[in-house]
């Protein structure tokens, strides 16, 4: 059973940056498809940004565009987060799957880490 692993989550204040990284039990990322959703407490996961196998498609969801940056290499994939806000603060999940369609669909995702949890202070 393939395990994801996050890491890089953390206690940062509003307006800082955090990277969050994402491997698997074997220390590589070759999916076709890998995504961040997120959860806050008393919320449904929700989607946050997704890249293709070789990083030509990136999907960001409307509150990750222009503050958020996603990237791969064959062994990780990471979520740059800029400018932290508050409402951010959440349990950062990756996931993996092979093909791109419905991309912000968590159900569509066969594979997922255990989750890291990002708290912005104001």
């Known amino acids: 059973q393939v395990q994801l692993i996050e890491s890089g989550g953390g206690l940062v204040q509003a307006g800082g940056s955090l990277t969050l990284s994402c491997t698997d039990s074997?220390?590589?990322?070759?999916?076709?498809?890998g995504a961040w959703f997120r959860q806050a407490p008393g919320t449904k996961r929700e989607f946050v940004s997704a890249?293709?196998?070789?990083?030509?498609r990136k999907y960001f969801t409307d509150f990750a565009e222009g503050r958020f940056t996603i990237s791969r290499d064959g062994a990780n994939m990471y979520l740059q987060m800029n400018n932290l806000k508050p409402e951010d603060t959440a349990v950062y999940y990756c996931a993996a799957k092979e093909n791109w369609a419905v991309v912000k669909e968590s159900s569509t995702y066969d594979f997922w880490g255990q989750g890291t949890q990002v708290t912005v202070s104001s």
């Open positions: 074997a220390r590589a990322f070759n999916y076709g498809v």
């Open positions: 890249i293709d196998w070789n990083g030509s």
